[in-house]
């Protein structure tokens, strides 16, 4: 009995498979973030020729290109040439970021969605990201992911924007949601319910002193309420390539009965338990991303461009990329430290939610060339490449977070244990009860009711008493005669 305690106290929550398949309709398609490895245009600003001109005399560069330089520091991987120069720059970075991006319109050339071509600028949204500005198909509405009295506009402002949301994680799609409720839903696996995306990117606007030895896209696959890292969990897309994407959602449900136990025990939150200041849905993704957003600005006394902040706060500069860099690195490694010390409390307490869904990819790429077919959108002086994501298969089975140990289950258990060691019952139970709190009043009633009965008895002869003693003593004055 003690070691079923001691079992149920230290894990009472147990992860179930459910019990019935679900169609893939029921949930989401997953959101996909896009970001070209291509972070400015050559129209607007000529990375090249800036780098060489700093290099020769800093002075020559005006304000305006010294802050478009620094900003794409950010970005691009060059920043180390610039930290032994002062700024004079006082431009925004999100605001030079955007003059330099590549315009949905360039990027994302073709959508097809469901069978059936579609304009991109339907289905896609702008979101600022690690990597800049970048493009998002399937994802909530911006006013929808971020508290919008907290978060700075840098966030906020863009001009496209998707429809409201029907669906939440824990209640899935409302009531009465039907085939085209927002998120997107799947009707179905393979391609004839999924998404093919298709981009270019104009050979002139790639920029080696930016992208490194590579050229192209990344992409990130992600839940729709969750804030895209393109910086850490990505896949990557090469020019001239296309990639075929396979999607397996894992579903995890959680039982209303386990809102009584402790959430570090049960080792998950429901969305109302935790509040975060600059995200309106909790899930471990967005309680990462908001705690290293205040870890680096307790440590640098700024934050990064892509961090959720306050209009207020201070966006690192240039020779702040090394100190947001490392301060991610040493939460990581205090996070780790706590862990394997034993400790239930740490900086970031970014519990798993109860109710989740997380997207397993299968990833496969090969060159355009070697395609059986031509893509319409291929134009001269421009690198495509392709994304083909669907679902895998047409049902999944969900996971559920349930009690370990339920109330039969411990009187069932309990009564068991009492049958195989000591031969007893329910009935030996009552007669335990019985004999320690019933026997003893019932062995003491008959004294007390032979008590009483010779107090009445006593007390009735003391009455016929005193109604005698009268008539003795008339007759003894007769007798006197």
Request: glycine fraction near 4%; hydrophobic fraction near 40%.
């Amino acid at each position: 009995m003690v070691k079923m305690y001691e079992k149920w106290d230290a894990d009472p929550v147990t992860i179930v498979y459910g019990s019935d398949l679900m169609p893939v309709s029921t949930i989401p398609f997953p959101a996909i973030t896009v970001c070209p490895l291509s972070k400015s245009r050559a129209d607007m600003f000529n990375l090249t020729w800036a780098l060489e001109m700093m290099d020769r005399n800093a002075t020559m560069l005006d304000g305006d290109i010294e802050s478009k330089l620094r900003a794409l520091a950010h970005v691009c991987d060059f920043q180390k040439s610039l930290t032994k120069h002062n700024s004079t720059g006082k431009g925004n970075i999100v605001d030079n970021l955007r003059v330099m991006t590549q315009p949905l319109e360039t990027i994302m050339v073709h959508c097809w969605w469901r069978s059936r071509d579609i304009p991109c600028k339907s289905i896609m949204m702008e979101r600022l990201v690690d990597d800049g500005i970048c493009y998002t198909f399937n994802s909530l509405a911006l006013e929808e992911i971020y508290r919008k009295e907290q978060i700075s506009p840098d966030f906020l402002n863009f001009s496209n924007k998707p429809p409201p949301s029907d669906w939440t994680h824990e209640h899935g799609y409302r009531t009465g949601a039907g085939f085209n409720a927002y998120p997107h839903r799947p009707l179905s696996n393979g391609m004839i319910t999924g998404v093919v995306l298709g981009m270019t990117v104009n050979r002139v606007d790639q920029e080696p002193l930016c992208m490194g030895p590579y050229a192209g896209f990344k992409f990130s696959i992600h839940s729709p309420d969750e804030f895209p890292v393109t910086g850490d969990l990505f896949y990557r897309l090469n020019n001239m390539s296309a990639a075929f994407v396979t999607v397996s959602p894992q579903v995890h449900k959680a039982s209303e009965l386990l809102r009584s136990i402790d959430p570090i025990k049960r080792k998950c939150f429901y969305a109302d338990e935790y509040y975060l200041q600059f995200f309106r849905h909790y899930n471990a993704v967005n309680c990462i991303v908001e705690c290293v957003a205040n870890y680096t600005l307790m440590k640098c006394g700024c934050v990064k461009f892509s961090m959720p902040r306050l209009a207020d706060t201070k966006v690192c500069d240039v020779d702040k990329i090394d100190c947001y860099n490392n301060a991610l690195n040493v939460l990581f490694e205090l996070t780790v430290k706590a862990k394997l010390a034993g400790k239930k409390h740490y900086f970031c307490h970014c519990l798993p939610s109860c109710a989740s869904i997380q997207y397993e990819v299968g990833y496969t790429q090969m060159p355009i060339n070697d395609l059986p077919f031509k893509l319409d959108f291929m134009r001269d002086n421009a690198d495509p490449g392709v994304m083909f994501v669907s679902l895998r298969e047409r049902h999944y089975f969900p996971l559920w977070r349930i009690e370990q140990m339920g109330m039969n289950q411990a009187i069932a258990q309990l009564g068991g244990l009492f049958a195989l060691l000591m031969g007893s019952s329910m009935l030996s139970l009552a007669e335990i009860v019985y004999y320690c709190c019933v026997r003893r009043f019932r062995r003491d009633l008959p004294r007390l009711q032979q008590r009483n009965s010779k107090q009445r008895v006593r007390s009735r002869g003391h009455r016929i008493h005193l109604r005698v003693e009268p008539y003795a003593r008339k007759q003894k004055w007769f007798e006197g005669f």
